[in-house]
């Protein structure tokens, strides 16, 4: 079960209240969105966003059947607010085009048609049931097909964004996957790594997660089989991150944010990767700069000790959370 990370310090900072209108950018199995979900009822409405949509499903009954209302028949609390939830999978990059789209016709526009929310929450990466059961070769430690995309169904062999792992292994150059192991990895033998694999693939296709894992293993010194993490950990995480996307997509959502937004809107952000935290750190400073925000969170707030004990991949967490404000008064300097 996918435990959700930092869920007290983040419904504490998004703040959502009775009424509100609120997307949770990447729901997966709906850990934060229950929580939010309870705190917006009866009439606030809930927008679920996620790329893969194997968890959805499940998702929606998950977040139900953890409402209950003592004063209701068993079941009814249910029903009464299953459309107060809307589950939709996509990209939360193209998070103003969806708020915008047909789908959410008739829900919470203003006067001129435009629909904003009052918080929106990311937890970004990839959840424990994605490495579990997914069977798209996120994990090292399993032995599946090389795919790692968050939406699997999407896309043509020829757009590279949506490539599957084994096409990428496969196809770029040697050159190319040093760099992406390197930028996204921080791995320091990524040279001697990419070299393993551009070697390894001309005598046969590399196909599962266990081919590339003896690749790496192979390639890097032997004392790196006897360091803190596996070392096939960094090529795991350097490849989800190119094949999704992951700081593009953040990149866009960013430079989008006030137009997804309300004036007192709070949006709230979990990185787990440094260069998604820097953005986010960036990004945060200069909407302050601009007059536009207030930086909810001087430093990035971490999971506490117990925290990390009862769920390890708390670890790398980081919160960064902004209120917006557009209303500050516009000085027009050329009056006396
Ligand atoms: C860490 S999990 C979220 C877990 C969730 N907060 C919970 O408590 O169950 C991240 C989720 O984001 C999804 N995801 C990653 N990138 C996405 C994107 N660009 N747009 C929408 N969903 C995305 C992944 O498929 C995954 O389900």
């Known amino acids: 079960m996918h435990q959700p990370v930092l869920l007290k310090e983040t419904i504490a900072l998004l703040d959502p209240k009775p009424g509100e209108f609120i997307i949770d950018g990447t729901i997966g199995s709906g850990g934060h969105a229950a929580k939010i979900f309870e705190k917006i009822l009866p009439q606030g409405k809930l927008i679920g966003i996620d790329l893969d949509k194997d968890n959805l499903k499940k998702t929606e ?14 079941g009814s609390a249910a029903v ?17 085009e969806i708020l915008q789209s047909a789908e959410l016709r008739g829900l919470n526009a203003d006067k001129r048609g435009k629909r904003k929310v009052d918080g929106l929450l990311l937890d970004l990466g990839m959840s424990s049931e994605q490495i579990e059961r997914s069977g798209r070769g996120f994990s090292f430690l399993r032995n599946e097909k090389l795919d790692m995309r968050y939406n699997h169904e999407a896309g043509s062999m020829n757009h590279e964004a ?17 760099e992406i192991f390197w930028k996204y990895g921080e791995e320091r033998y990524s040279r001697r790594i ?7 693939r001309k005598r046969m296709a590399i196909k599962t997660t266990f081919d590339l894992v003896r690749i790496i293993r192979k390639s890097a010194p032997k004392s790196y089989e006897k360091g803190r993490i596996h070392p096939a950990t960094r090529i795991f995480q350097a490849l989800r991150i190119y094949i999704n996307d992951e700081l593009g997509n953040l990149e866009r959502l960013l430079k989008n944010a006030p137009n997804i937004l309300k004036s007192g809107g709070r949006a709230v952000i979990i990185s ?4 998604e935290d820097r953005l986010v750190k960036n990004y945060f400073r200069e909407m302050k700069k601009e007059g536009k925000a207030e930086i909810l969170t001087k430093k990035p707030i971490m999971a506490t000790r117990e925290e990390v004990k009862l769920n390890p991949r708390s670890r790398s967490a980081k919160l960064r959370a902004i209120k917006f404000n557009y209303s500050t008064k516009f000085v027009d300097d050329r009056r006396p």
Do not use: C, M
Request: charged content about 25%; proline content about 5%; overall charge neutral.
């Open 80 to 96: 009464k607010i299953k459309n107060n939830l809307i589950l939709i999978q996509g990209n939360y990059a193209d998070l103003p």
């Open 194 to 200: 990419a070299k393993g694999i551009v070697e390894s």
């Open 61 to 74: 009954s998950k977040i139900l059947a953890e409402i209950k209302n003592e004063k209701d028949p068993p």
């Open 272 to 275: 787990f990767h440094s260069l």
């Open 162 to 178: 949506w490539a599957t792992a084994g096409e990428v292994i496969n196809r770029l150059s040697e050159k190319e996957l040093a």
